[in-house]
Each structure stands twice: as structure tokens, then as C-alpha cells.
């Protein structure tokens, strides 16, 4: 038997052993109302349902429901109605689409920066020699073999007629970072030589480029999160914040939540004076048009209001 005929038995093995069957939109509103979920509006309940799978609605469950640990297991806490899931779903759909947008803002701002030195020292295709980075041959080849993977699948037009007039496959720095994804463009800041590393983030006072490396990765993650609509709002990040040491900005907040990456995203903002997209406005007006949410689930501080960043 070969590899992918073993693959495919396992496969086949595990579908075997899955016995849950397809549930009607009814049916899951009647799991819901088993489970002591308040239902006041059935036809309302029954569209969303329609509307957001629900397994996806499920991961919104876990706040009203008894802990795993209890004789009540999957039970609906006392007076949760599916009015209160609805409400938290969409929350985090907001939170999510202004921390999109905002990383989108930092990323642009990175993207524009590495291009600029990097080519001003180097020339349009001094990234293709190892020499200017600080790297072993290894990592540089997966970089460079990611950068070729990602470009060569981009269909932008102004890809395709650089191509054309220029006979290339390669491409110049200011064109690739256009199209590398977020996660390769920090795996690229990671092996720029440490004096480049600090003028790609000269704006950003009291950060060093250690801390911004991980920064730039735990941000990478969490736009993914946003750009495939997952839960975010009382995530326990699996890539933590790395806390600057002599900044009392960072001090005293849990760096594997949410809020952490709030302060961090609004520094950077301010730091390179990206006032416009008004942010830490948005954030507040999100919590007063929500004000049930449990922002310490995402890890907000005690006196959140009048530390740091938020003053």
C-alpha cells in the first residue's frame, strides 16, 4: 500500500468513526432551546442560523454556557437569550474590521519603509544576494523561495506588464513587497542588518528592533485571524507580545490578549502620525455601543481608560 493509499484509509477511518449527522436549521434551533438558550424570536433565531453556520455561532456559545467541568456541560447559563450570542458575534466583527484595517495601515507603512532603504543601499535587487542580509544560507533560500511562490501566483496587471516589457521573472524590491504576503515581509525584516532594522523603525521611540520583530509577527497573525473571520475578542493569542522592558506604556497588560495588541497598534499609529484613522476613537465607541462585552476576557486592565496610550 503506498503513502497517499494509507493516507486516504486513515482518512476514510476517521469518517467511520464521526457519527453526528446533518442537522436542519430547526433542529439546531431545538438543540438550542434543550440547552435552556431564551428564544423570543423563533423566525428571527432561525434566519441567523440561516445566515452564520452554526458551528462558527458556536464558538460565541462558551460565555453563556456552564463550564466544561460541570454536571451541565453545554447548558445555557440562567437568562441567556440568543439575542445576547447575536450581540457578542457581531461585536467581534466590528473589533475585527477596525483592527483589520488599522494593520492594514502599519502594514503599507512597513512595506513602503523596507523597500526604501533597502533599495536605496542596495539597489532594486540587492535582495537576491545574501550578503546584504544577516542570515545563514537555509532561511535565506526559504525566503527566497517564498518571495518566488508569491509573486509568481499574483495576477495584478501591473505584475504581468513589468514581466512583459522587462523579459524578468524577478522583480524589483518596491514591486515584490506589493505582493508578498504580511507573514514573509516579516520574515524579511527579521534578516535585514541590524542598522537597516533600525531605520526601517526609527519613528517608533523605545522599541528595538528584537521587540519589533516579534511585533511584526504577532500582528501578522492577528490580521489572519481578522482576514478569516475567527474569533478574536477573548482569543488567547498563540504568538505573545514581546513587552518592552523600559516602557511603562506595556507594563502591568496581559500580552496574550487582545487589548495588548490594542496598545500596541495605536503606539505604532501615533508613532508614525497616522491620526486620520482615528483608532482609539473607534475602539472606545465600540465599547459604549457594547458595553455588556467582558473586557476582561480580552484582557483590559483595571483603569484601562486612563493608562497609556488611551489617556
Not at 51 to 58: D, E, G, K, Q, T
Not at 89 to 109: G, S
Not at 231 to 241: A, E, H, Q
Request: proline share 2%; hydrophobic share 40%; with cysteine.
Amino acid at each position: 500500500m503506498t503513502n497517499f493509499q494509507e493516507k486516504l484509509q486513515d482518512i476514510k477511518n476517521q469518517i467511520n468513526k464521526y457519527d453526528k449527522k446533518h442537522k436542519t436549521f430547526d433542529e439546531q434551533l431545538e438543540i438550542l432551546k434543550e440547552r435552556g438558550l431564551l428564544i423570543s424570536n423563533a423566525t428571527y433565531a432561525i434566519t441567523k442560523l440561516n445566515h452564520i453556520n452554526y458551528y462558527r455561532l458556536s464558538a460565541y456559545f462558551l460565555p453563556f454556557q456552564h463550564k466544561k467541568s460541570s454536571q451541565e456541560k453545554n447548558k445555557f447559563l440562567s437568562n441567556t437569550s440568543f439575542e445576547n450570542i447575536i450581540q457578542l458575534y457581531y461585536f467581534d466583527t466590528e473589533l475585527r474590521k477596525i483592527i483589520f484595517e488599522a494593520i492594514e495601515v502599519i502594514e503599507i507603512y512597513f512595506r513602503t519603509q523596507i523597500s526604501y532603504f533597502h533599495a536605496k543601499e542596495f539597489g532594486p535587487y540587492g535582495y537576491l544576494d545574501i550578503k546584504n542580509f544577516k542570515t545563514n544560507q537555509d532561511f535565506f533560500g526559504k525566503i527566497i523561495t517564498l518571495i518566488t511562490n508569491e509573486t509568481s501566483r499574483s495576477e495584478e496587471e501591473f505584475i504581468a506588464h513589468f514581466r512583459d516589457k522587462y523579459q524578468t521573472k524577478d522583480l524589483p524590491i518596491w514591486t515584490l513587497v506589493e505582493v508578498i504576503s504580511f507573514g514573509t515581509l516579516s520574515k524579511i525584516y527579521t534578516i535585514l542588518k541590524t542598522d537597516e532594522q533600525k531605520i526601517v523603525i526609527q519613528k517608533l521611540k523605545g522599541i528595538n528592533n528584537s521587540v519589533f520583530k516579534n511585533w511584526l509577527h504577532a500582528l501578522s497573525v492577528i490580521r489572519n485571524i481578522c482576514a478569516h473571520h475567527s474569533r478574536l475578542w477573548n482569543k488567547t493569542l498563540g504568538v505573545k507580545f514581546e513587552v518592552p522592558r523600559k516602557m511603562s506604556l506595556f507594563q502591568n497588560i496581559q500580552n496574550d490578549k487582545i487589548f495588548f495588541a490594542l496598545n500596541v497598534i495605536e503606539y505604532i499609529l501615533t508613532c508614525i502620525d497616522e491620526d486620520e484613522l482615528e483608532f482609539k476613537i473607534k475602539i472606545q465607541q465600540l465599547l459604549e455601543k457594547y458595553p455588556y462585552i467582558d473586557k476582561k476576557a480580552m484582557g483590559f486592565a483595571d483603569g484601562w481608560q486612563n493608562m497609556g496610550v488611551w489617556k
